[in-house]
């Protein structure tokens, strides 16, 4: 009579998750948005001025709006990305309503009878005479920029963050790839997006503007169905409600706790105990600034507390919470000191095409498009970008001890002072620019000026450098300082920046044609006074590095507590009672 044994066999192993691998399809489908993006963007002005009849004001007014609703949304995206859903679903949701907006694009510009004739190459002079596009033309026009507007702030809201929920923060290999992984990712946004302005923008201007929306739609597509492919991969966030909610929750129980007396001994404020925690929560020290908000975290002791619903999360709220909070509160002063360079950014981007359209624009043979300038900062920044990763993290490292090299506020402020010097080579550029035309008489023609495209590259290339400190820094450092609950969100507020920059803009423009009598009312910009316009810009730059020198000497960096038995395997999935607390997907 045989024996059965049992034999036991080794459980088998969950594949690995996050890591390098996954992180390259956030880097894919961040990338070829921008490169639908940008290109967009950058070329809107001459599509609006030369195609859809708009004034050169109009033009900048219209894309800057475009595109500072295409950032401000963000914070939707980054809100339903938290809440709802997961970064991997938020991107394939909105990057589908993003393609449906280029699509829109594709036909109007395809479709003569859906927009005005054009009054492209007619004389200066009579460029008031052009026929205007008609309320349906516009609703078209608009409606199709809107909907790319929604898809690509979903997408730059999930997106990043996506990439980096690859490296698990508790661990320390993968927390130190975690600044690099900003850095390359900075690396392909500036990659897609000279791929933008060179081989799409040459598509719009040789093609027509009906195949270069139809190729962003295309390529759009396919970068979701790329970020499909990698679904298996990914380390996904559990959504753990409203980050806004959590937030409003502190201030009305900071407020219904007015009158209570803070406790002497902190360890007296509510916080989640280290075995109440999972795994994946964040518990955050007290910090002392902000002291009114601890109220939330008391512990009432009268008789209301006795009750149980005097535990619910609008009576009482831990110090993990309140510091949540807090976080944001200090983040506010980093963003609005950082508006101003966008600012700047959006002025560059409108105003230098235009400035192109007047200038030289051949290389022998070859017409350079207008909207293809902005490549010369960004091949500076793809060369520049790997040098500062491998060389001056490293060597800055060996002298701070910081494994970034040095703080993401230290590397922002670099940015913002390379944004004034930016501005004041604008200026210098415009006013030989104009001086050229009046030398020839040239101030009426439309005919190019004797003057290379080129000098517009020198201001362009400072800022793209600021670009790569700011942008870079900003992201690094809403995603580190903020908690695990609010990733994405934070992400959203550094995007934000770029939005209130570019709403602005509109705002100085108008101001400042009011105040100065008209600096930018001309339809002509050899008449405007432009240069003064950039020089009051650089000025007001520099007045803004001073204010974010207070606000960054003021922020405190957050703290976290570490539990020992928080430090598990990226790949492992921990089970509570009957719920998975990480999902795949």
Known sequence: MGMCRDVKTEPKQPPRLGGNRAALFAYAIAGIDVMAFFATGVSLVTYFYGFMNFSITESATAVTNFMGTAFLLSLFGAFLSDTYLSRFKTCVLFGCIEVVGYALLAVQAHFRQLRPFPCKDVPLSQMNQCESANKGQLAILYAGLYLVAIGTSGVKAAAPPL?????????????????????????????????????????????????????????????????????????????????????????????????????????????????????????????????????????????????????GPWKLCTVTQVEETKIVVRMLPIILSTVFMNTCLAQLQTFTIQQSTTMDRKIHKFEVPGASIPAIPLLFMIILIPIYERVFIPIARKFTGIPTGIRQLQRIGVGLVLSSLSMAVAAIVEKHRKSIAIKHNMVESAAPLPMSVFWLGYQYAIFGLADMFTLVGLLDFFYSESSSSMKALSTAISWSSLAIGYYTSSIVVSVVNKVSGGWLANNNLNKDKLDYFYWLLAGLSVLNFGFYLLCASWYKYKKVDVNPEDNVPSNKVKEGKGKIEMSIV
């Not at 105990?273 to 939330?296: M, S």
């Open 163 to 311: 990439g980096a929920d690859q490296y698990d923060e508790k661990d320390p290999k993968q927390a130190a790839k975690l600044s690099s992984y900003f850095n390359w990712l900075m690396f392909f946004l500036t990659t897609g997006a000279l791929f933008g302005v060179t081989f799409v923008v040459w598509i719009s201007e040789n093609q027509g503007w009906d195949w270069s929306f139809a190729v962003c739609s295309i390529v759009v597509g396919f970068s979701i169905l790329f970020l499909t492919l990698g679904k298996s991969l990914y380390r996904n966030n559990v959504t753990k409600g409203s980050p806004l909610t959590r937030i409003m929750q502190v201030f009305v129980v900071a407020l219904r706790n007015r009158n209570l007396r803070l406790p002497e001994n902190e360890h007296e404020l509510h916080e989640i105990q280290d075995k109440e925690a999972r795994y994946d929560t964040e518990i955050l020290r007290k910090t002392e600034q902000f002291k009114f908000l601890d109220r939330a975290a008391i512990n009432r002791t009268d008789q209301e507390a006795s009750t149980s619903n005097a535990h």
